[in-house]
T-cell receptor, first 117, second 114 residues
Framework: DTAVSQTPKYLVTQMGNDKSIKCEQN?????MYWYKQDSKKFLKIMFS???????INETVPNRFSPKSPDKAHLNLHINSLELGDSAVYFC????????????????FGSGTRLTVV | AQSVTQLDSHVSVSEGTPVLLRCNYS??????LFWYVQHPNKGLQLLLK??????LVKGINGFEAEFKKSETSFHLTKPSAHMSDAAEYFC????????????FGQGTRLTINP
């Protein structure tokens, strides 16, 4: 009964490969996010989707493409992987951000540790 | 734009002594503030959140934080540290506008000495 689940938990791949990370939430939330945590533990938002619509797209290379087939899923596809893509990627979800009063707080997944060699 | 500064990258305390993790924020709007904890090789867990109600916020595991607008601070405290508190702690701000983006501080690593 995991709230936000990501797969795989660990991913080791060679430079130049294409890989996907999947995320699913069973909380009935409308908004989902991808965050990247670098080697210094710094966390930064990459993307956000609300009801399958992209609402945040930070300065992320075009090689990263999120896909939301429905509001319970937000997958991250990465093309032509580079060494600098090595990081921990966290998926998260939150309630409908257009509700009033505005609900707050995310639920995070346990992370996917991506290592590019 | 919002930003968060965690004033200490590493804090070390003895078990049973008080914990203080410092955080200052900057926000153009009335901010919402959070503390998250990350244990080694684990995900992020919400400790507590401030949402413009009471300025003293109580969280899980005996942690609390006080919102001080005049000092733009949101320091995290615990009266008595436990070995299980050893982890990375993140102070986080959201302006609650637009797409509800969270902006994280750099993190403070808390070490507990026996």
């Amino acid at each position: 009964d995991t709230a936000v689940s990501q797969t795989p938990k660990y991913l080791v791949t060679q430079m130049g490969n294409d890989k996907s990370i999947k995320c699913e939430q069973n909380l009935g939330h409308d908004t989902m996010y991808w965050y990247k945590q670098d080697s210094k533990k710094f966390l930064k938002i990459m993307f956000s989707y609300n009801n399958k619509e992209l609402i945040i797209n930070e300065t992320v290379p075009n090689r990263f493409s999120p896909k939301s087939p429905d509001k319970a899923h937000l997958n991250l596809h990465i093309n032509s992987l580079e060494l600098g893509d090595s990081a921990v990627y966290f998926c998260a979800s939150s309630q409908d951000l257009y509700r009033r009063p505005r609900p707050l707080g995310y639920t995070f997944g346990s992370g996917t540790r991506l290592t590019v060699v | 734009a919002q930003s968060v500064t965690q004033l200490d990258s590493h804090v070390s305390v003895s078990e049973g002594t008080p914990v203080l993790l410092r955080c200052n924020y900057s926000s153009s709007y009335s901010p919402s503030l959070f503390w998250y904890v990350q244990h080694p090789n684990k995900g992020l867990q919400l400790l507590l959140k401030y949402t413009s109600a009471a300025t003293l916020v109580k969280g899980i595991n005996g942690f609390e934080a006080e919102f001080k607008k005049s000092e733009t601070s949101f320091h995290l405290t615990k009266p008595s540290a436990h070995m299980s508190d050893a982890a990375e702690y993140f102070c986080v701000v959201s302006d609650g506008q637009g797409a509800q983006k969270l902006v994280f501080g750099q993190g403070t690593r808390l070490t507990i000495n026996p």
